[in-house]
DNA sequence: GGTATATGGCAACCATTTCCGATATAGCCA
DNA sequence: TGGCTATATCGGAAATGGTTGCCATATACC
């Protein structure tokens, strides 16, 4: 690969007036800079881009590390990030830890040693251990999404999800059902728990019978949902309603009142939470009645806040709150 | 940030020492060993990998630019370069090009300026235009994925998609059905083009109906498909088979058989390619019959030819081609 | 002849690695 | 004990490929 000396080589000048053609400073005669820039073209020259950041000492570039990448659930996050760092002319690249923490934290590593100028985290396991910890201790710029931990600022791009569960709840019981359930995530994370929080404050101010035996977990998957439900409806207990923590197991639960006769949604109302539906067919299912996520959003405003905190050092920590977004659909009016 | 030098202030010694016990090389004494390693933590310093990659000429990391990262199709095959790359060693890292080859030959720039070690590009698109052709005579390691170009020999993995294409036909054509369709996808992609030649072939050599209106183009699209054989049924043509490009018009045309009372797969077998099924419900659909593409494998083959590339820089341009695999599901015996 | 401006190059700097020469110590033998 | 060599340990300095501040030179203009 050719570089910037055998470029001053060819041309017959010093590297500091190639290196004012390729950031097209002023400075360079005419004659000078055509020969200059005939040389880039025959040698088809690229500037290395890592001494060029080590000298600037800025990458222009903003890492991601996700939970998982491969979950279609992320893309509007994604493409929130990908059309915010683009306008702010930022490249954006993305590593994937495949929920195993032990690969996500090398990676965030491996951002943090001058590669990026900032990075993006997203993902609830992230609120696990002491490097989660260390993360937000370390001096460069860096913002959590989703994941949350208490007694610590950082840049943090939230859901109110206990808001969230309270208001599907609330909208459950207003349509005069009374018994409901829920069927959480994993309680290892705080959405879950926070999801369940919101249900049972919604419960208790309507003074609706909360029966702790109705709360089943089912860690976000859609056939832990459909076999745990079942088990339940074989006991002949039944609801006339379910919130459930997100999508996926909804549809497991759909499923499993479905094979046990029953009707969605007269006799089982069903809202779900993420807006996370399946991508094909649509029109053949009942479309899900759930809380929206404004992930293009949450995306979005993840990349602006770390740019701000990458231009602007002296920015304190911002946290974002968003709000989910109830969508009707045909599993509950 | 700390660097180098403060550590080697820190512990007095030099720079040189300090760079060995990173490198954990021998010829440091064990007090000085330990003063540096003390030192290191005091400062909680992590060396710099841009000098790094500096100085060792080595990232060893490796770039991939896909056309699209938001789409579950290439889950598989993220998968397959990710177990693959942490198995030899490297780190990747992604990034997409959102169906817009100007955004994407950018990234694939961006890899190639000493970022990593080398990269791989995946996706059709990328065979158009002059800038493809730039990218295969740039002198860093680079792998194609599915991407194609005729007349230049390249780090290449591909899909045999005229052999699998013509499997899928002859397969049709031996149940004993004459009037097949064909739903081909854009055609300025050699994939639709590919699959389109094996279909033809396959009918020919069985001396079947050649029809060219019952070969419709619907952009790998479900809606378009959908609209399209639509269109055809409302004109009273009947087929008894369909090969469709790809699962997402098969879906499509299930869809606008089901709507005009006709059967599948008793008055009309389908077969897709690609078997990217629908991600939930699977049990409400008929399952699609399909030729499957071995992502994972052609990802793993990804990661290997190119690792390959990098570490032995005399070998070869490499050339492997994967066989589809025929799946039967329920729309086609 | 003096000054303003355009142009060019030297050299330091970014953070690291590594080759090589310098120094110190130990071991050995006469 | 003195002198020699082998070995361990250390630091200087160049190299990686760029950027940039500052000074030197040349030219134009008044």
Redesign the pocket.
């Known amino acids: 690969?050719?570089?910037?000396?055998d470029i001053a080589n060819k041309a017959?000048?010093?590297?500091?007036?190639?290196?004012?053609v390729?950031?097209n400073?002023?400075?360079?005669?005419?004659?000078?800079r055509k020969k200059i820039l005939a040389a880039i073209k025959e040698y088809n020259?690229?500037?290395?881009a890592?001494?060029?950041a080590?000298?600037?000492?800025k990458t222009q570039t903003i890492g991601v590390v996700m939970d998982d990448l491969c979950d279609k659930f992320v893309f509007d996050l994604i493409k929130g990030m990908q059309d915010t760092s683009e306008k702010l002319g930022y490249n954006i690249i993305f590593c994937s830890g495949r929920a195993n923490n032990e690969v996500k934290f090398r990676y965030v590593d491996y951002f943090m040693q001058?590669r990026t100028d900032g990075m993006i985290a997203f993902g609830s396991r992230l609120s696990d251990g002491d490097v989660f910890k260390e993360m937000i201790e370390q001096p460069n710029p860096f913002v959590l999404i989703e994941g949350y931990i208490p007694d610590h600022e950082f840049n943090n791009i939230q859901l109110d999800n206990v808001g969230g569960a309270y208001k599907a709840t609330k909208h459950l019981l207003e349509l005069g059902r009374k018994k409901i359930w829920h069927v959480t995530g994993d309680l290892h994370f705080n959405v879950s728990l926070d999801r369940r929080e919101g249900f049972l404050t919604a419960m208790r101010d309507a003074h609706a019978d909360i029966n702790e035996t109705n709360i089943v977990c089912a860690d976000f998957e859609e056939e832990l949902a459909y076999k745990r439900i079942s088990a339940l409806l074989r006991d002949n207990k039944v609801p006339d309603a379910c919130f459930a923590g997100a999508d996926k197991p909804a549809y497991g639960v759909i499923r499993a009142l479905y094979e046990n006769g029953l009707r969605v949604p007269e006799d089982v109302a069903i809202i779900g939470f993420d807006d996370d539906r399946p991508d094909t067919f649509d029109m053949l299912f009942p479309r899900l009645t759930t809380m929206r996520q404004p992930l293009y959003e949450m995306g979005k405003a993840g990349v602006e806040t770390l740019v701000r905190s990458i231009e602007n050092p002296d920015w304190g920590p911002t946290r974002v709150v968003f709000e989910p977004e109830l969508i009707i659909g045909q599993t509950c009016p």
Chains 1, 2 share one sequence.
């Open positions: 690969m050719a570089t910037i000396s017959n000048v010093s590297r500091s007036l190639v290196s004012r390729l950031n400073r002023s400075g360079v005669s005419p004659e000078n020259y690229k500037p290395n890592l001494a060029r080590l000298s600037n000492q001058g």
